[in-house]
């Protein structure tokens, strides 16, 4: 198991995450698709386990939240398709933006971790 020791800028990406978690958690009644069920436990879930591991990983990083946050981004990305809900324009692009964020971000720590000059030094 890999681990980046968290600078300013690593901690400042888990916050960023912690903030997308959070307002998908929020989004459906911020958006006002709290009515439909699917979608909103679709938002809190993911919204959930995007904030946790971002909390985790706060002090700091294993392979294994960035890992996690990959998976939860490009769910929350792909979710409007895969449960029908791409209609409701509001809760599909939350979730497109907010997990494409996600995804973006979790590549980029895995990257550090794997890829980078200072990752094969190792």
């Given at each position: 198991m890999r681990t980046i020791t968290n600078k300013t800028e690593d901690t400042a990406l888990n916050i960023v995450n912690l903030i997308l978690g959070a307002i998908l958690v929020v989004s459906p009644?911020?958006?006002?698709?709290s009515g439909t069920t699917l979608m909103t436990w679709n938002a809190c879930v993911t919204g959930a386990v995007i904030a946790?591991?971002?909390?985790?990983?706060?002090?700091?990083?294993?392979?294994?939240?960035?890992?996690?946050?990959?998976?939860?981004?490009?769910w929350a990305a792909v979710s409007p398709w895969?449960?029908?809900?791409?209609?409701?324009?509001?809760?599909?692009?939350?979730h497109l933006a907010i997990g494409l964020v996600v995804a973006v971000l979790a590549a980029g720590e895995l990257w550090k971790l794997y890829g980078s000059p200072e990752a094969r030094s190792v």
């Open positions: 009644w911020i958006l006002g698709f946790v591991v971002a909390l985790m990983a706060a002090r700091q990083a294993y392979d294994w939240e960035e890992w996690v946050n990959l998976i939860a981004g490009l895969a449960l029908g809900f791409s209609a409701m324009t509001s809760a599909m692009w939350i």
